[in-house]
């Protein structure tokens, strides 16, 4: 079966193609040419964007859910909000928590990746925690927070195959040790809720660590000791060049003008959005919970951002990723094709994904038409239309 897409203003590295055909065959992109081929069936984008679906490498849940609730519906639910705002690769993550709720949330992952017909593809998860700084914890519970030990760390890597991501701050005694071994087993190691200086940040880049979590929520800044100034982690993301970072651009977590500094500094080829939503991404204002909901921690949705009670901390967004879109096209005035860059491409290039992030013949047909508001109105994923509203 071979569909074309018809009448839509294509999002290519470059730049915005017009009279442009997406063709689909089989679960992937077939050919994106002004050629006219044979085809089965047809999308008429109607003047809207034809763009590769985002791809989400940081959120805790959405739609109610949070994925250490540990169940099958948690994951499905999160997975399907996020798909109708245009996200087609979600890898569901997970707060510190203790080595039976990482397992439970690893079991019920494999079961509703395998039967997700309507949601996010999920290849695998990221671990947030529990090996992190207790003055960066932020939002993270300080009970489960610990040092990597071999025996623990181990135990985890081999009975949770799918693990393609671990944050963990590279200050803490067997931190370095833990980036080695991820680094062995083909997992992203990435610097997160850490209180590391440059030095500490040099030696985990030499271990295996080469992406940052959340650039500037939860990490050392400049600061002095004894009228000397000292680097953090977010100076050393900057001053190591091919270091990755991810941001979440809900509007909330960085202002505008960080945006833009993080543009112009990291530019779209290193650096991922992310959401970092919780489970409270699309739904109401009101109290929710952030990590288990029987035993999580609370927190309250108000102005279109999770905070821990006290509003002392952000405690995760709220955003859906079309919102992430529109900030980088509005608050930080960043051309639509470098936005999607930072959406799509770069992304899974970070999470090592050669298949998708890209509209191109022999990728995955992982593909959204929205308009200029980036309003999502088709959501394929492999080639399968899993959402479609009418304009």
């Avoid at 030990?149 to 370095?176: F, H, M, T």
């Amino acid at each position: 079966m071979i569909t074309r897409i018809k009448n839509g203003r294509v999002v290519l590295p470059g730049g915005v193609a017009e009279d442009t055909y997406v063709y689909l065959e089989d679960g992937v992109i077939s050919a994106v040419t002004r050629e006219e081929k044979a085809f089965d069936q047809e999308i008429d984008a109607a003047g809207r964007y034809v763009s590769p679906g985002f791809v989400e490498i940081h959120t805790h849940g959405g739609g109610g859910a949070d994925f250490l609730d540990g169940t099958v519906e948690a994951f499905r639910t999160a997975a399907e909000l996020h798909a109708r705002h245009g996200v087609t690769t979600l890898i569901p993550t997970a707060t510190s928590g203790e080595l039976e709720a990482t397992f439970a949330l690893n079991d019920a992952f494999e079961a509703a990746a395998a039967d997700n017909p309507n949601g996010a593809d999920m290849p695998g998860l990221h671990l947030e925690g529990p090996y992190f700084a207790y003055g960066q914890r932020g939002a993270q519970d300080p009970r489960h927070l610990r040092n990597p030990e071999p025996e623990e760390y181990n135990q985890i890597l081999d009975r949770c195959k799918k693990i393609l991501r671990w944050s963990v701050a590279p200050e803490l005694p067997g931190a370095l040790a833990l980036g080695q071994e991820l680094k062995k087993r083909g997992i992203l190691a990435a610097i997160g809720h850490s209180d590391a200086g440059y030095a500490e940040v040099e030696a985990a880049w030499n271990n295996g660590y080469t992406h940052v979590t959340h650039l500037y929520s939860g990490m050392s800044v400049l600061h002095r000791r004894n009228a000397y100034r000292y680097v953090g982690v977010l100076e050393s993301a900057y001053l190591i060049d091919d270091m990755t970072v991810e941001i979440i651009a809900d509007g909330c977590h960085l202002p505008a003008e960080l945006l833009k500094f993080v543009y112009k500094f990291k530019g779209p080829e290193k650096t991922a959005l992310i959401t970092d939503s919780m489970r409270g991404a699309g739904m109401p204002d009101g109290p929710s919970m952030l990590g288990h909901w029987r035993d999580g921690l609370e927190t309250i949705i108000e102005d279109g951002v999770a905070k821990l009670p006290d509003r002392t901390s952000f405690a995760g967004s709220v955003a859906t990723f079309d919102r992430l879109v529109r900030n980088m096209l509005n608050m930080a005035e960043v051309p639509l094709h470098e936005v999607i860059t930072m959406a799509c491409s770069t992304p899974a290039k970070i999470m090592g994904f050669t298949d998708r992030g890209v509209l191109a013949p022999g990728l995955r047909a992982d593909v959204i038409l929205f308009d200029e508001n980036i309003h999502v109105s088709h959501v394929i994923v492999g080639g399968r239309t899993i959402h479609t509203e009418e304009q």
